[in-house]
C-alpha cells in the first residue's frame, strides 16, 4: 500500500473515530517500548488480541531506539536484562549494546506478529475516562480519538531528554547534542568537546569521544560510586548450549537474579555491606587513578546506592587520557563560543554533549489525564505521584501503568520489575473483560494503606539519606523506587486482590 493510501486510511479511521463510529478497543497501550510490548505479548498469551498500541514515534524500541550514543549498552547483564518468556541465547556479550537491545526488541516485534497492532506516529495528548460508557478515550495530536475499554500506560519515565537550566543555553553558536538524541552526522574528530555530566549515559559516552576529539572537557558537578563493569564476550559454545537446553540459560539467569538481589542490602539500606561496596568502589578509584587530587575530586561525598550506582570499567582511564580534563567548577552559564565556570574561565569548544538526563515525571504526568467526575491526575500528583501497587490510581478505574510510582529498582534489572507489573496488569484487564464490568476501580482506602507502607519503608533507605537525585522530587519526596528486594515486589504483584477494587 502506498503512504498516502495509508495517511487516508488513517485519516478515515481517525474521523470515524472522533463521530464516535468505531467500536472501541479492548485495550491500548502507550508506547511501543519494551513495557508496551511485553503487556501485548501476554495479553495475546492470555487471548485478548483486540489490542492498540499507540507509539509516538516511527519505531518500536523507547529508550533503546533513543539512545545510540556511541557506548550506550545496559548495565545489567543481558541474560537478566529481557524477558523470561522470551530468552535470548545469542546475546553476544554479557551487557549488551543498544543495538543489540533493539535488534532483540524487533525480533519480539516479528515472533509474536506485534506489527499489526502498533500505530505508528500516534502522540497521545490526554486520556479520559468516560464513565457512562466505561471507556478510556485517547486524543491524539493533529486529531482524532482511539478508545478502548482498559488503557495501559506504557510510555516509559525517561522517554523525555532533559536539556538543564543553564543561563546561555540558547546563545551557543557551537553543536549542541543530547544523549538521548544522539546526532550520529557530526564528526567528532579532531573537535573540541565538553560533556556535561558524569551518570549512567556520561560513563558511557565519555570513553567512546576521547579517542576521537582533539580534546575532551568533562564538566562534573557531582561524583557518582562506581564499580567495576566486568563485561565479556560471549563464546560460541555457552551460546549453542543455551540454544540446545535453554534451561541452562534460565539457570544463569537465576543465579544472576540473585547475586543482583544480594546487592540490595548494601545499595537499598545502610548495612555493612554498604561500608564493603564503598570500600570496593573506593579502592577502584585509588587502583584506577593515581593522582590524589583527581582522586579526591572524584570521591562521593554521599553514601553508596542514594543515586544510581555506575558501572564501568574504562571511565576513570578515560578521565586521565592527556587529551581529557575534568572540570569541577560549577558551570556559571553557557556563552557563544562555549562554557563559562564560576571561577571566570571560558572554556571554549565546538559541541557541547549534554548527558543531563531526562524530565523523569516524579509528579504530574506525561499529557492530561482525566478520571471519574473530572478528576485531574496531574492536579493530584503534583506535589509527588503515588498508586497502588505502583500500577492503579483511585479514581482513574480501568487504567494501568508499568513503571509507575515507587515500581523503580537500584540493584535489580527493570525487566524483572516490569514483567511482574505485566501479569498483574493482564489479570486486572482479564477480570474487566470476563466480568463485562464498566469500572475497575481501586479502592483509595487500599491505596492510602500501600502508600503509608512503601513511605514508612522509604524513610530509612539509601535514596532517601540526604543526595539529590532525580528520584526524589525538589521536596525530597520518592516517588520513584520500591523499598525492598525484587524477590518481595514480585510476590506482591501476584496477588490480584479484587477487594482492594469497587467493580462496577
Ligand atoms: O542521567 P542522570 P543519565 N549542570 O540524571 C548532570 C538510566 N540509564 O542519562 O549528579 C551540571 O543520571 C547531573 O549532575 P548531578 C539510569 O536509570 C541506564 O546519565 O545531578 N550538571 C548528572 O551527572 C540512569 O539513572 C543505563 O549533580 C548537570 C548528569 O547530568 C538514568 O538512565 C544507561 C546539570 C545526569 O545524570 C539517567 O541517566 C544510561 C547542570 N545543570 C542511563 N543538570 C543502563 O545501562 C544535570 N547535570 C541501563
Same mark, same amino acid.
Given at each position: 500500500m502506498s503512504p498516502t493510501a495509508v495517511t487516508r486510511k488513517t485519516a478515515a479511521r481517525r474521523s470515524r473515530a472522533a463521530r464516535g463510529k468505531v467500536k472501541p478497543a479492548d485495550v491500548l497501550i502507550v508506547g511501543a517500548g519494551?513495557?508496551?510490548?511485553?503487556?501485548?505479548?501476554?495479553?495475546?498469551?492470555?487471548?485478548?488480541?483486540?489490542?492498540?498500541?499507540?507509539?509516538?514515534?516511527?519505531?518500536?524500541?523507547?529508550?533503546?531506539?533513543?539512545?545510540?550514543?556511541?557506548?550506550?549498552?545496559?548495565?545489567?547483564?543481558?541474560?537478566?536484562?529481557?524477558?523470561?518468556? +522470551?530468552?535470548?541465547?545469542?546475546?553476544?556479550?554479557?551487557?549488551?549494546?543498544?543495538?543489540?537491545?533493539l535488534g532483540y526488541i524487533r525480533h519480539l516485534v516479528a515472533?509474536?506478529? @506485534?506489527?499489526?497492532?502498533?500505530? #505508528?506516529?500516534?502522540?497521545?495528548?490526554? @486520556? /479520559?475516562?468516560?464513565?457512562?460508557?466505561?471507556?478510556?478515550?485517547?486524543?491524539?495530536?493533529?486529531?482524532?480519538?482511539?478508545?478502548?475499554?482498559? +488503557?495501559?500506560?506504557?510510555?516509559?519515565?525517561?522517554?523525555?531528554?532533559?536539556?538543564?537550566? &543553564? /543561563?546561555?543555553?540558547?546563545?551557543?553558536?557551537?553543536? =549542541?547534542?543530547?544523549? /538521548?538524541?544522539?546526532?550520529?552526522?557530526?564528526? #567528532?574528530?579532531?573537535?573540541?568537546? +565538553?560533556?556535561?555530566?558524569?551518570?549512567?549515559?556520561?560513563?558511557?559516552? &565519555?570513553?567512546?569521544?576521547v579517542g576521537k576529539a582533539a580534546r575532551l572537557k568533562v564538566f562534573q558537578r557531582t561524583p557518582a560510586w562506581v564499580l567495576p563493569r566486568l563485561d565479556y564476550s560471549a563464546p560460541d559454545w555457552s551460546k549453542a548450549v543455551f540454544r540446545r537446553v535453554p534451561a541452562t540459560q534460565s539457570l544463569v539467569r537465576e543465579v544472576m537474579y540473585w547475586a543482583h538481589e544480594s546487592m540490595a542490602f548494601g545499595m537499598i539500606w545502610n548495612t555493612p555491606m554498604t561500608t564493603l561496596l564503598q570500600g570496593v568502589s573506593s579502592r577502584f578509584l585509588r587502583r584506577q587513578v593515581r593522582d590524589p587530587w583527581m582522586r579526591r575530586q572524584l570521591a562521593p561525598d554521599f553514601r553508596i546506592g542514594c543515586k544510581r550506582v555506575l558501572m564501568s570499567s574504562d571511565y576513570y582511564r578515560a578521565l586521565q587520557r592527556d587529551n581529557c580534563e575534568l572540570i569541577t567548577w560549577p558551570i556559571a552559564g553557557?556563552?557563544?563560543?562555549? &562554557?563559562?565556570?564560576?571561577?571566570?574561565?571560558?572554556?571554549?569548544?565546538?559541541?557541547?554533549v549534554f548527558a543531563t538526563g531526562f524530565e523523569v515525571s516524579k509528579s504530574g504526568t506525561p499529557f492530561p489525564i482525566t478520571g471519574l467526575d473530572g478528576r485531574k491526575l496531574g492536579a493530584e500528583w503534583a506535589r509527588g505521584a503515588q498508586a497502588y501497587k505502583s500500577v492503579?490510581?483511585?479514581?482513574?478505574?480501568n487504567l494501568f501503568m508499568t513503571f509507575g510510582p515507587n515500581s523503580g529498582p537500584g540493584h535489580n534489572s527493570a525487566l524483572v520489575y516490569m514483567e511482574s507489573q505485566i501479569d498483574y496488569?493482564?489479570?486486572? &484487564?482479564?477480570?474487566?473483560?470476563?466480568?463485562?464490568?464498566?469500572?475497575?476501580?481501586?479502592?483509595?482506602?487500599?491505596?492510602?494503606?500501600?502508600? =503509608?507502607?512503601?513511605? =514508612?519503608?522509604?524513610?530509612?533507605?539509601?535514596w532517601n539519606s540526604g543526595c539529590k537525585s532525580w528520584y526524589l522530587t525538589e521536596d525530597g519526596y520518592n516517588a520513584t523506587m520500591y523499598p525492598g528486594f525484587a524477590t518481595q515486589f514480585k510476590r506482591q504483584m501476584k496477588t490480584f486482590a479484587q477487594q482492594d477494587y469497587r467493580a462496577l
Open positions: 519494551f513495557a508496551g510490548l511485553g503487556t501485548a505479548i501476554r495479553l495475546l498469551a492470555a487471548g485478548i488480541d483486540n489490542i492498540v498500541i499507540l507509539e509516538r514515534g516511527s519505531e518500536v524500541g523507547g529508550t533503546w531506539r533513543d539512545n545510540s550514543y556511541p557506548g550506550a549498552a545496559c548495565d545489567i547483564p543481558s541474560n537478566l536484562y529481557s524477558f523470561s518468556f +522470551a530468552q535470548n541465547p545469542q546475546w553476544s556479550r554479557g551487557y549488551s549494546g543498544s543495538g543489540e537491545i515472533h509474536y506478529k @506485534l506489527g499489526r497492532l502498533i500505530r #505508528f506516529g500516534h502522540t497521545v495528548t490526554g @486520556l /479520559a475516562f468516560d464513565a457512562e460508557q466505561g471507556v478510556w478515550n485517547a486524543s491524539l495530536a493533529g486529531g482524532g480519538v482511539v478508545s478502548a475499554r482498559a +488503557a495501559v500506560m506504557a510510555q516509559g519515565p525517561l522517554s523525555n531528554a532533559s536539556f538543564p537550566d &543553564i /543561563a546561555g543555553i540558547e546563545r551557543f553558536k557551537g553543536h =549542541k547534542i543530547h544523549s /538521548a538524541r544522539w546526532d550520529h552526522g557530526y564528526d #567528532f574528530t579532531g573537535k573540541r568537546v +565538553a560533556v556535561i555530566g558524569t551518570g549512567a549515559s556520561a560513563v558511557q559516552i &565519555i570513553p567512546e569521544l553557557i556563552v557563544e563560543k562555549g &562554557i563559562r565556570t564560576s571561577e571566570g574561565l571560558e572554556h571554549q569548544v565546538d559541541c557541547i492503579n490510581v483511585a479514581g482513574y478505574p496488569i493482564v489479570r486486572g &484487564i482479564g477480570t474487566i473483560l470476563r466480568q463485562d464490568l464498566k469500572q475497575l476501580d481501586v479502592r483509595a482506602e487500599a491505596q492510602v494503606r500501600y502508600n =503509608k507502607g512503601i513511605q =514508612k519503608r522509604l524513610a530509612t533507605t539509601n
